[in-house]
């Protein structure tokens, strides 16, 4: 990897064509604080959408496959620094795996795999050399940070509960059949994985009351549905939590909670 | 009973003695809007108290038993018109029992009485011309007789998802092994039934949900939890639910969780 | 005055007959705490409504005038420790002052009278024998009380800025003119005196603002509107403040702000 | 100008080295969209700092001084399209005079200039070919965009009443004596102008109403104050307000209100 002294770091992107919802998110990120500057990408599968999207973005390289991509950016001198991984589920795995493998620093969306012989499979390509990482973007919060640390200090004791709750009523409706394209692939189990509601938000919950206890949820007891008929993936949970160190609490989550837009609001440990 | 035309309506009281915590409320609910005055009571079954506490609050006539109360009020061409019950859990069913048996209206803490046996015997004693009622009081709240009406009305569909919660941390630590009345008969077993957080504030949390609802809770998965050592009773619970109609959700409930004083404050429907 | 130990103290009541708004909160208000009864009154200058309202409220005597009610009272081994006075502005002086002449504490609404004059002509008459209070009830509140303590202490520093709000929007359309009785006397010289917004509400806010400050207000500036057409008293303050300390401020208070019922709500003080 | 098309926007700025505020979220505000980059600045009137910040930002193009960047970015075939004016007020009316007559489009910080004078120069000097933008940056909020549209629709009827705060508590105490730059400049007359707190904040304040309200304030009485001993401008304003269309209200803006950061937070209209 080259000398990254004295100028911004080279992003590429992987996923966020038109069409896409998060990919635009992650360019905001990379770029606010004029560290990084987002360069190359390969944005779609469908070749004409990649091509026209990376235009739209103003990237010097364009390319019509993440292998591709992989392998013509680590030959490059100046070549990116690190990939963000934006695609849906299904790709995070192989995408991920491509670019450590070329030595290149990857930056992916949650969830990280399907199942956690994946997961371990590309934790075990990353090092000190290339990095991976993860992007529980919420953890990344001053009050957050507040929280975690009040904990670690003893602030509060020995944690005895702790309640998380992410709701949001955007698949209220069945939109996976009325051609919303976030909605198709979320609640499909082969683009998707074995949850749409869970691992697409109740990941970001648990994440965030484990982050901020510092010990792991050891035991739950989950009760997912789906409450739109002839959805295939669970679209609300409501979950029973017991940590390592004893506390318990709940963790409740939901797409169809009719009035909340986004709310990953309540966190509360005591 | 004595017509009660052109006179506030005469009320008597069972417990509230001084060190008691809950009488005091429903003398200040029974005479707020100047329809009914508390004129007599055994307000503890220590006698000496009993009287201290009657004078205390002016009232006309202190026994030193509830039976002797309800016989001679029952006797009384100017008897009271109904009883309050504001007694430790234990006593609830006995005394209610002895009212409505003397033709006394009856307005019972809850929980009303310690099994569905004793509970049935109630309902079976009071009737169109002697009524018991149950102080569940956060139904009286206009913002949930509205939540009722926007549920019944069709408002907001079928529903799908209830929570509710209901915080206290007075009992996070061992009150009831230093001196504190109210802390030792919540848990003591033989005063407070089979629960102290779960009898004392999840069934009014439990309420809420099944009267905005319109439906009975038909299932519960519940953890319970007694965090501080040497309690006898639970002091928390997280419980999963399902309604009758399919909606589900969770009931959070807590004596524990620190920086709430009374927080019966989330309920939602969607 | 008759001893008032072992019992309740009794309460008198002028106004608040029915149709009156501000008498029944004084009711309740004097009676919660289970300290005081309601016994007497002469609820309106309608002898028909006074006697039909003294009954609805139980009152064991009702008068006609209360003149009749100061001297007969007066006269009585049982006759009312205090009166409430609760009528229209343009009452309170001539009541407060023939109670106070009787010998009987008085309770009055603000504003206390029509002029300085008046007032410290009732002031006179007050002593610690014969007690003269006036509501202004937002200061009974643990909050104000609080933050009052928090400037006395000094734990704010000097005084330097401080912000008080009074809305209600129920003045929004010409009321006076439909039929409403409590506009109708609100918006009235004859009966409410100099000002309708600023007497009836923003009287409370400057109270508070002192109250709390700890230090008059020393000079102000204001913009009164009457913004309803033909209106004849203002409905609607703007002002500046100077306090005596230095401190400066606005004080804000309004009748036809819309969607505010009565938001007595924003006191801040640096 | 060169054809914008199929490219990023090229961006300059003036002021904004190492210790300023300021200019930083301009840089970050220009380029969150991902359609404008910043390439050249003269970030400082000391050329060491203006190298270095220059450098840290990774700009392709650093000047020492505004003129000379506006004679040269005007030269070239790839210089700016836009700049940013992000220096102390006293230099805003130079600044922007160099660049519109430079041909370069501005977008200037509050307040555009000393006085009305320089205001009405500089736009005299804008055109539709040479834009001149002011960052009343509070008005792009989705909330203030919608309030306007339900004033603008009549939505609220005929105005009547307009309240705005904008409090900070970091001028509390005399920063300006104890080495913190922000706080010197902007209590120095000459190179903040005629006030501190009203031109740097209140200006934010009154902007937001009269955006709203949809038109002009049209008479003050304003009571403006330096707390802080020996400051020379305001740090503290109290203002009643007159709207052209007889619309009333205040305008409370503070730079030392304690506990108050940046609370830019009540605008309300009825």
Tied chains: 1, 2, 3, 4.
């Excluded at 996923?15 to 779609?44: M, N, P, T, W, Y």
């Excluded at 695609?87 to 620093?105: C, D, M, Q, R, Y």
């Excluded at 792991?216 to 029973?240: E, G, K, M, Q, Y």
Aim: aromatic letters at 6%; proline letters at 3%.
């Amino acid at each position: 990897m080259s000398d990254t002294r004295g100028r911004r770091l080279r992003a590429g992107i992987v996923g966020g064509g038109r069409g896409a919802f998060i990919g635009a998110v992650h360019r905001i990120a990379a770029q606010i604080d004029g560290e990084a500057e987002l360069v190359a990408g390969a944005l779609s599968s469908d070749p004409v959408n990649a091509r026209s999207s990376a235009q739209a973005w103003y990237l010097a390289r364009s390319y019509d496959s993440y292998a591709q991509m992989a392998r013509e950016e680590a030959a490059r001198a100046d070549g990116i620094d690190f990939v963000i991984v934006a695609t849906p589920n299904s790709l995070h795995f192989a995408v991920a795996k491509a670019f450590l493998e070329s030595g290149i620093h990857v930056v992916c969306d949650k969830p990280l795999a399907y199942s956690m012989v994946e997961a371990a499979q590309l934790a075990a390509l990353a090092s000190d050399r290339v990095l991976l990482g993860l992007t529980h973007n919420y953890s990344g919060y001053p009050l957050v940070r507040e929280a975690r640390e009040l904990v670690r200090a003893g602030r509060i004791g020995t944690l005895r509960k702790a309640l998380v709750e992410y709701n949001q009523d955007w698949l209220m409706e069945p939109l996976e059949r009325q051609g919303n394209r976030q909605a198709e692939w979320r609640t499909d189990p082969a683009r998707a994985g074995i949850s749409c509601c869970v691992g697409d938000i109740g990941t970001h919950a648990a994440h965030l009351l484990e982050f901020i206890a510092g010990q792991p949820i050891a035991l739950i007891c989950a009760d997912l549905t789906s409450f739109v008929p002839d959805r295939r993936l669970d679209d609300d949970a409501n979950i029973l939590l017991r940590f390592e160190g004893g506390a318990k609490g709940t963790l409740v989550c939901s797409q169809i909670a009719c009035g909340e837009e986004n709310a990953c609001a309540r966190v509360a440990v005591a």
